[in-house]
């Protein structure tokens, strides 16, 4: 089955600064790349995906990249804020989305006023 | 909208007691998931099903856990006899199969004494 990495498992950086979280995937075969936000009691909050025919995604402050050959995508973060101070996972499946995620093991994104 | 409804948001109960976990999945949502949450193993798919049919149980960890969906409007995980190991937090999401990212609700926190 899949199995996902994630790096690294607790990041702070100053807020204003970038913020960089890295995955990487076994399955060749996933097509289907999701990043969730969770926060504090709360459930995961998708904040950008992005599928196996496309490179790169951008949403404001937020991207998202894939590379393919090395199986690996990362989530980048510009202009930190503190309300981005959070729990982030990065996640992979076959079937665009209906099968079920393999998850990373989650990052603990500290924002430092 | 309304987003993924589940009941109740936090449960207390004693070894050998069942347990019933209730999903309300989004209107027009045709998949359903059943996600568990701990520190050691993070965030691991449980059961899901498309069109209310089971596709892929094979993250239920034991036959003490069940999962049904008898309609498109409503999903159950039942837990029988319950075990304190299965204190966890159990998420449900759902999604519009093969064209919308998943979707999760708050999720109900479950522990066993």
């Known amino acids: 089955g899949e199995n996902v990495e994630q790096h690294p498992s607790t990041l702070s950086v100053q807020e204003g600064d970038s913020a960089v979280i890295k995955c990487t995937y076994s399955d060749s075969a996933s097509n289907y790349f999701p990043w969730y936000k969770q926060e504090l009691g709360k459930g995961p909050q998708l904040i950008i995906d992005i599928r196996s025919n496309v490179g790169e995604k951008k949403d404001q402050r937020i991207a998202v990249t894939l590379n393919k050959t090395a199986k690996h995508f990362s989530l980048h973060i510009t202009e930190t804020q503190p309300e981005d101070s959070a729990v982030y996972f990065c996640a992979a499946t076959l079937g665009g989305g209906a099968d079920g995620l393999t998850f990373g093991k989650g990052t603990h994104l500290i924002i430092q006023p | 909208d309304a987003g993924v409804i589940q009941s109740p948001r936090h449960e207390v109960t004693e070894m050998g007691q069942e347990v019933t976990l209730r999903c309300k999945p989004i209107?027009?949502?045709?998949?359903l998931f059943w996600y568990r949450q701990t520190m050691m193993r993070g965030l691991e798919l449980l059961i899901y099903?498309?069109?209310?049919?089971?596709?892929?149980d094979s993250g239920m960890p034991e036959d003490r856990f069940s999962a049904k969906m008898p309609n498109a409007s409503f999903s159950t995980l039942k837990i029988q006899p319950s075990e304190p190991r299965d204190s966890a937090v159990y998420f449900c999401a759902s999604s519009f199969v093969r064209e919308q990212p998943q979707h999760f609700g708050d999720g109900t926190r479950l522990s066993i004494l």
């Open positions: 209107s027009g949502h045709n998949s």
């Open positions: 099903f498309n069109n209310n049919v089971p596709i892929d």
